[in-house]
């Protein structure tokens, strides 16, 4: 069915006919809860808290003794923080957030594979690409800076790669 199709079928709904069905698609529905949860009580603070939480734990745990290290976490969080519509300078937060976890990660722990450092790049390509789209460069640009620093100082072996993201937009 086309937007178009959904839109007059809402259309011939009747105000209680359309009500008894948003109350059936939030019942059945977990997306559809979370959206109306947040679009009438958006605490963005403790979904930016929470999600801090779960990337930290990630790399940190505190009830395992083994990090996991998994992109896809921090990934999933983002992406639910767009899809929701949370405030663009949380979202950029969180994005950096990931990376700067990852890299003190690295900073006390030897990781050897090259895949890891490849997915933190594309996190740091993904966060600036955001800033732009938001026009927030004046707000993160110290934030982006300090990651680049830090790749050359763990001598990371994509430091190339995120020097030349900073040389690109300095162009």
């Known amino acids: 069915m086309g937007k178009k199709t959904l839109s007059r079928y809402l259309n011939e709904l009747e105000k ?8 059936d698609l939030y019942q059945r529905f977990k997306e559809v809860k979370e959206f109306y949860d947040f679009a009438f ?3 963005e603070d403790k979904l930016l808290e929470d999600a801090k939480v779960k990337i930290y734990n990630e790399y940190f745990p505190l009830k395992r003794k083994r990090a996991r290290k ?3 976490i921090a990934q999933d969080l983002i992406r ?3 899809t929701l519509g949370v405030e663009p300078t949380i979202t950029a937060n969180l ?5 700067e976890v990852a890299q003190s990660f690295c900073k006390l722990n030897f990781i050897g594979q090259d895949s890891f450092y490849k997915s933190i790049l594309n996190s740091f390509d993904q966060a600036f690409k955001f800033v732009l789209e938001h026009h927030l460069e004046r707000e993160f640009m110290p934030r982006y800076e300090a990651i680049v620093q830090q790749t050359e100082a763990q001598n990371w072996v994509n430091t190339d790669a995120f020097q030349m993201t900073i ?3 300095s162009v």
């Open 41 to 43: 009580n958006p605490k």
């Open 16 to 23: 209680e006919q359309l009500e008894e069905q948003i109350l």
């Open 70 to 72: 998994r992109r896809s």
């Open 95 to 99: 994005m950096f957030y990931n990376i």
């Open 80 to 82: 639910h923080f767009i």
């Open 167 to 169: 040389l690109m937009t």
